[in-house]
């Protein structure tokens, strides 16, 4: 019985017709992975659109967010490998930048969320051993802080009006 190849909607890659299968609206949708197939799911009409209406994905459209996590305890050179190689194997990932107490990722938020790298680091931190599961995930979480704090921070030029 011969393959049929079919295009996953997240990634573009061909894959099996039959493998990391869904369905939505009536019609079956095949994935590389359950990554894939787990972003499609969240938000299925970024990736096929609605009648007469093109996705966002299928337009092409790439949505980058970038994520600086400080590190409490600095990384080894051979840490910091280890970490990029393993973020790096992940779909939607476009960049790393690993320094000894810094980790900055730049990543496609049309194929990976911020729930599935915390996950990879959490798994990344559990091989690297002392404590790194730890370590990472209060990067991840302090990043989250930074970002609210930045988001609730006055800015001069509202004030300045009249004064």
């Known amino acids: 019985m011969k393959k049929i190849?079919?295009?996953?909607?997240?990634?573009?890659?061909?894959?099996?017709?039959?493998?990391?299968?869904?369905?939505?609206?009536?019609?079956?949708?095949?994935f590389c992975s359950a990554q894939c197939r787990d972003r499609f799911l969240a938000t299925p009409h970024l990736y096929i659109g609605f009648p007469g209406?093109?996705?966002?994905?299928?337009?092409?459209?790439?949505?980058?967010?970038q994520r600086r996590l400080g590190l409490d305890a600095p990384l080894s050179q051979s840490q910091a490998d280890r970490l990029t190689n393993a973020l790096e194997a992940m779909m939607g990932i476009k960049s790393i930048e690993v320094t000894s107490d810094k980790i900055l990722i730049t990543y496609d938020l049309m194929q990976a969320t911020a729930k599935q790298i915390e996950i990879k680091l959490g798994e990344i931190g559990v091989q690297l051993g002392e404590g790194w599961s730890e370590h990472l995930r209060r990067a991840f979480v302090h990043y989250e802080e930074e970002l609210e704090v930045g988001s609730l921070e006055v800015h001069m030029s509202k004030h300045i009006h009249g004064h």
């Open 5 to 30: 190849l079919v295009k996953d909607p997240v990634c573009g890659m061909e894959v099996d017709s039959q493998q990391c299968t869904t369905e939505y609206l009536q019609s079956s949708y095949a």
């Open 53 to 65: 209406q093109k996705a966002p994905k299928q337009e092409g459209l790439e949505v980058l967010k």
